[in-house]
């Protein structure tokens, strides 16, 4: 074998290596940038868990503050009544109809303060649901903007606010084909809570609007609340008795429509889980009642 054909030998075995260290080398890149994505997901997902754990606090303050405040009325309530019956000591006789009138109001006493520790145990239990409710919605959305899609707790109800931008083209109340994945996410964890409903709210900015057949704002706010409703009960069967539809219009706003971004705010579709009283009143009922 000459020198050249020796030359040329290592020279072909160089190249091949640095192609296949060049290819590893991408593909090891490409693992990293993946993995650092999943963990920036991770990371967004973990801080607006935070953000409705410190809502729901706010919302279970509050509850917190009234039934201190009926805690404080039964106290002097309760204080009024040593007080006279401290005073009925010093008598050597009581009418029945006054031991009657004392004996009825310690039992109220009584039954108030039974009902507001289940008052607080209710509250408790509803809250708990609510935040297992958005963790639910948020897991099974996965990493959307927080532009595009928000869900939080704000008073004890669950809201799920949707961009029209990812479900209408503008001025149209056709759902695109990537809001209906948005929406069949957001289905499948509703048809798994048989015990609640939700009212679809269309919402637009003040703009002035008008194409046939829509006259204004209001036909296309209701209109793009019935096209989600008829997805989601057509598509992913969800029950339509669960379902209001609802349009309101320009007149409930998030945001200053003043402002491109602020206009683009108030341009959505809420998704409101409406409280069932008469759930959260059997959570007050005592067992065996």
């Known amino acids: ?54 809502r729901l606090k706010e919302s279970h303050d509050a509850d917190m503050a009234r039934i201190k405040t009926l805690e404080d009325q039964l106290e002097y309530v309760k204080a009024n009544n040593n007080q ?3 005073n009925l000591k010093d008598l050597s006789v009581i009418s ?33 649901m609510n935040m297992a409710l958005v963790i639910n919605l948020k897991s099974a959305i996965g990493n959307l903007d927080d532009k595009d899609i928000n869900i939080k707790v704000e008073k004890g109800v669950v809201y799920v606010d949707i961009s029209d931008k990812m479900l209408f083209n503008s001025g149209s109340y056709d759902v695109t084909t990537h809001a209906k994945e948005v929406l069949g996410k957001v289905a499948k964890v509703l048809i798994n809570q048989p015990n609640i409903e939700f009212m679809v709210e ?16 209001w036909d296309l706010s209701v209109k793009r609340a019935t096209s989600v409703v008829r997805i989601l009960q057509n598509t992913y069967h969800v029950p339509p008795e669960k379902m209001t539809a609802a349009g309101r219009s320009e007149y409930v706003p998030v945001d200053s429509n003043d402002t491109k971004e602020g206009r683009a705010a108030n341009r959505r579709t809420r998704i409101v889980i409406l409280p069932q009283l008469d759930q959260f009143f059997k959570l007050l009922e005592k067992p065996g009642n």
């Open 1 to 54: 074998m000459t020198l050249k054909q020796v030359a040329f030998l290592g020279l072909s075995s160089m190249v091949i290596f640095s192609c296949t260290t060049t290819k590893k080398l991408k593909e090891s890149q490409k693992r990293a940038d993946e993995n650092q994505r999943k963990a920036a997901q991770c990371d967004s997902v973990q801080q607006l868990l935070r953000l409705d754990n410190a």
């Open 84 to 86: 006279m019956l401290g």
């Open 96 to 128: 029945g109809a006054q031991a009657e009138s004392i004996k009825k109001s310690l039992d109220n006493i009584g039954v108030k303060d039974d009902y507001i520790k289940n008052l607080q145990a209710a509250i408790n239990r509803k809250d708990s």
């Open 202 to 217: 269309g919402h637009t900015d003040n703009a002035p609007f008008k194409r046939s057949p829509l006259e204004d704002n």
